[in-house]
Each structure stands twice: as C-alpha cells, then as structure tokens.
C-alpha cells in the first residue's frame, strides 16, 4: 500500500473517530436503510448502530418503535435465517447461529424442532452433492463423515448418510 493511501485511509479513520452522532432521525433513516436491505435481530442492528446513536435511550425508543411497527422483529429474522441455512447446514449449526445473533432460546429451540425433522434428507442432498457414493474405506467414510460433522449434523445423522453403520455390521 503506498504512503498516500495510508495517509488517506488514516484521515478517513481520524474522521469516523470525531465524527458527531446522528440526530434521531438520521439514525432512524439509517435503522431503516439497514432493514430494508436485510432482516436484522434487535441485536445486530443494536451493535450496529450504537456508534450512530446519540444516547443509548434514543437508540433503545428507536428500537422499541421499530419493533412495536413490526418492522424489526427477531422471530422472523430467525424463521428466515434458518430456512437459508437448511440448504447447507444441521441443527446444531444453524442453532449456534442463531443464538450468536441474540435470537432467544426459545424461539431457536422451537425452529429446531422443525429442522430436525428434515435433517436426515437435507444430509443426504448435502453428501449426495458433495460425494457421491459411499466411501469403500475408512479414510474414506472418515473424510465423508468429518465433511458433514463440520457442517453442524448430528453423529446418528452422519453414520446413516455415510453408511458407517452398514460397514461396522459387516466387519
């Protein structure tokens, strides 16, 4: 990186630093801006916008507003980020997600009763697309195994996608 664009990048920084907080209702345009791009947990937007906010009592009436207009709410952040992620993950990822973006226990442990009744099958696509065909051996099986472990699947889930199960019967 040349000096001019440290220099740059370092003016731009010393500016955000001094830079004054929103008034309210810039800080509730960019709440705004950041749901209408995406859903949000009252968290998320909380830790985003904290350094825009005046006061934190503003930035907690905004967020009561929001949520009382329903345009912020962690139930449906947390119904559509779990249906996103069933695509490529297990229960068990897809509830540390969630529980990472502040979405409350209750509410994850309920969408991950739904998931679980999906999981074999989503594991199967997921593995069919990655492999395949069962491994012939136990590197192999391991591999397949490790592969879908890292994707948030259950131990009982994985042995039957990779057919771990029918191998150890017939040793």
């Not at 990186?1 to 830079?19: C, E, G, K, P």
């Not at 679980?116 to 593995?127: D, G, N, P, V």
């Not at 065909?133 to 136990?138: G, P």
Request: proline residues 3%; positive net charge.
């Amino acid at each position: 990186m040349s000096s001019l664009h440290r220099r740059v990048n370092a003016a731009n920084s010393n500016d955000r630093a001094v830079r004054e907080p929103d008034s309210p209702q810039a800080l509730r345009n960019r709440a705004l801006r950041l749901l209408a791009g995406r859903e949000h947990t009252c968290l998320e937007l909380t830790r985003k916008l904290t350094p825009h906010a005046p006061t934190p009592e503003v930035l907690q009436a905004l967020l009561e507003t929001l949520m009382a207009k329903g345009l912020l709410s962690d139930e449906r952040y947390a119904e559509a980020r779990s249906h996103s992620l069933q695509r490529k993950f297990g229960v068990s990822r897809i509830a540390r997600d969630l529980r990472d973006k502040g979405v409350a226990a209750e509410t994850v442990e309920r969408l991950m009763l739904d998931a679980q009744a999906t999981e074999l099958s989503r594991a199967r696509e997921i593995w069919k697309k990655k492999f395949g065909l069962v491994a012939s051996d136990a590197a192999g099986r391991a591999k397949q195994m490790r592969f879908l472990a890292s994707r948030g699947f259950g131990f009982a889930v994985i042995r039957r996608v990779t057919g771990a199960e029918d191998a150890e019967e017939t040793a």
